[in-house]
């Protein structure tokens, strides 16, 4: 039997999230303002490859080809970072810290919240385990929290800058929803009208509770 359009989906836009996190934290260690800072992402950087390898090796062994998987979420993905390119190490981290963690809680929520069956044990032990297991929210984190510390005056700037990551993530996963009805079918299958409300209000509380976490603001 074939492999549900909705799991390939998942999986896919997941290996394709991989991809692209090596190819930030490559770029982000490049505005790292010491050599071990920018030894700390280059390592982390490493694991993302290893997580997107372990999606499109699985991508392979349920008949797709993971190029093929990826592709309907490349315009989407590349959309949010082409707006959203950091203009210095904090803004870098910042990004890091809230998209990541808004796109990690979702698709931790889904993978939960999924009825048995329609996702098979071993591809949702998977979703959880690549989901930046990394370290790097930790080291984003205390990062901003020192350089707050330093200069309160920073919170205001990286605030407002968390602010616009939040509604360009929002608006560009809006668009996959509306262009990926396999994927939005999936996460539908297991969540009724009120779950959905009750979903989405774990997702406002786990973003509020990280801003607050640094110092930011809503």
Do not use: C
């Amino acid at each position: 039997m074939s492999a549900d359009p909705g799991v390939i989906d998942l999986l896919g836009m997941l290996a394709y999230g991989e991809l692209l996190a090596f190819d930030r934290m490559a770029a982000d260690a490049r505005l790292a303002p010491d050599l071990s800072r920018q030894a700390a992402l280059a390592e982390m950087a490493a694991a993302e490859m290893g997580n997107y390898r372990r999606l499109a090796d699985r991508l392979g062994e349920l008949g797709a080809e993971p190029e093929d998987a990826m592709r309907p979420f490349v315009a989407a993905l590349r959309s949010f970072h082409d707006n959203t390119e950091p203009g210095d190490w904090l803004e870098a981290l910042t990004k890091a810290y809230v998209g990541e963690g808004i796109s990690d809680d979702f698709f931790r929520e889904v993978a939960r919240v999924l009825p048995p069956g329609s996702l098979a044990d071993a591809d949702r032990a998977l979703v959880l385990d690549v989901l930046h297991d990394d370290g790097y929210a930790g080291f984003a984190a205390a990062e901003i929290k020192a350089a707050i510390a330093a200069d309160p005056k920073v919170a205001n700037r990286l605030s407002m800058w968390a602010r616009r990551l939040t509604g360009e993530a929002l608006s560009q996963a809006q668009q996959v929803a509306l262009e990926r009805t396999p994927l939005t079918a999936l996460v539908l299958s297991g969540i009724d009208g009120g779950s959905l409300e009750e979903l989405f209000g774990r997702l406002t509380a786990a973003h509020t509770a990280r801003m607050g976490a640094v110092g930011l603001n809503n």
